[in-house]
C-alpha cells in the first residue's frame, strides 16, 4: 500500500480526534519506513528495508516505551505500527514479523514489489488492479469514521 498509509493513520487517530493525536498516529504509522531512509543514507544494504522495523517485536518493544512516557498514546502506537504491517503484507517482498525468532517473511501476494522509493514505485504499484482496491477500502473506512465523528 502506498497513499492508503495516511487514511489508515489517520483512520486510527479517529478513536481519540484531535490534532496530536493525529500527528502521532501518521507519525507512529509512517515510522516503519523510516528504515528506507537509512537505506538511502547509505547506512545499510537494501536489503535492510522491510526487516527489523517490520516486526512485532519492533511494534510491542516501542510501544513499550511509549507506555512509559504516555499509556493513553501506547495502544495507539501499537495499533498504528501494526496496521502498517498488515497494509504492507499484500506485497512480495514480505515481510519478517517474527524476527528475530523466525526470520521467515511472510506475504499475502496481492500486489507485486515495486521497490520502496521514487517515482517507478509509485507508477508501478497503481498499476497493478489490487493496490486500487486495497487503497479504496482504507479510504472507505476512513470516510466512515469521519461520518461517524462528524454526522
Known amino acids: 500500500m502506498q497513499l492508503g498509509h495516511l487514511p489508515l493513520a489517520l483512520s486510527i487517530a479517529s478513536y481519540d480526534w484531535n490534532p496530536r493525536m493525529a500527528v502521532f498516529c501518521v507519525g507512529m504509522h509512517f515510522l516503519p519506513n523510516a528504515d528506507s531512509l537509512i537505506v538511502k543514507a547509505g547506512l545499510a544494504k537494501p536489503e535492510f528495508h522491510c526487516t527489523v522495523t517490520h516486526s512485532f517485536l519492533f511494534a510491542f518493544g516501542l510501544s513499550g516505551l511509549i ?30 514479523l517474527l524476527w528475530p525468532v523466525r526470520k521467515e517473511r511472510y506475504t499475502m501476494a496481492l500486489f507485486r514489489d515495486t521497490g520502496y522509493w521514487g517515482w517507478e514505485m509509485y507508477t508501478g504499484y497503481y498499476k497493478q488492479p489490487m493496490s486500487w482496491l486495497l487503497e479504496g477500502a482504507t479510504l472507505l473506512f476512513f470516510t466512515y469514521r469521519m461520518f461517524q465523528i462528524y454526522g
Open 67 to 96: 507506555y512509559l512516557i504516555s499509556p493513553h498514546y501506547a495502544p495507539f502506537a501499537f495499533v498504528a505500527l501494526v496496521t502498517h504491517y498488515f497494509a504492507d503484507i499484500g506485497s512480495t517482498v514480505g515481510l519478517p
